[in-house]
Each structure stands twice: as C-alpha cells, then as structure tokens.
C-alpha cells in the first residue's frame, strides 16, 4: 500500500483524489495547504505527493522545490486548472502534471507511474 499526501484547497478536488486511491488500496492523507504539506511531510514518510500550484501560504510550486531538496526521490505530481502552469511546475521539479478537471483513469495512470497499486 502506498502512502499518498495529497496538497489540496478545493475540498471536492480534494475529496475525488483521496476516493480514487483508496478505492486502489492507498493510504491517503489530505492537507488543505502548503505550509500543511511540508509540516506533514516533516512528520511522516510518503510514497508520492500530489499538490495543487494555488493554495494559501506555500504555493504549490514551492512545495514542489522544498520537497525536492529535501527528498529527491518523492515523485510530486501538480494538478492545475492552468495549463500554463505545466511548464513551470515541471520546470520546478515536479515529476508529472494532471490538468483539471481530470478523470479517475487519468488520475491513475498517472499514480500508477510512480507508486505501485495494491492487489486485493
């Protein structure tokens, strides 16, 4: 099972991805900020990060550099409204870009790429 922090100020965006994963067998914790995001992931290992790039506090462009300092092999995945933010969110260090709206097959190929999904 991977474990899967999900940076995320729209709750029913928020809400979508944590019911994709965890119907894949995922463990899933949500934070509604960056500044949430690089305290949670301070305190806990995780498989992968998925951030959004506009929150409160930390933006998600600048999770994506700290978290790459601070642990170069979590894959981070952006989603964005914007497509324009693809460049620079890739261009930060993040290793995928999801734009919204996206579908759940979407959403887990992407995941897929970087976290192996549980078998039942």
Known sequence: MASVLVAE???GIAL?????????GHKVRVVVDGRQAVDTLNASDYDLLITDIKMP??????VVVWAKVQFPSL?????SAHLVDAE???AA???AFL???FTRDQLLAVVRQ???TPTR
């Open 75 to 79: 894959p981070v995945v952006i989603i």
């Open 114 to 116: 970087y976290v192996k």
């Open 99 to 101: 734009m919204k709206p």
């Open 93 to 95: 260090g993040a290793d």
């Open 9 to 11: 100020d729209e709750f």
């Open 88 to 90: 620079t969110a890739l």
């Open 57 to 62: 506090f930390y933006d998600g462009i600048q």
């Open 16 to 24: 979508l991805v944590r019911r994709i994963l965890e119907q894949q």
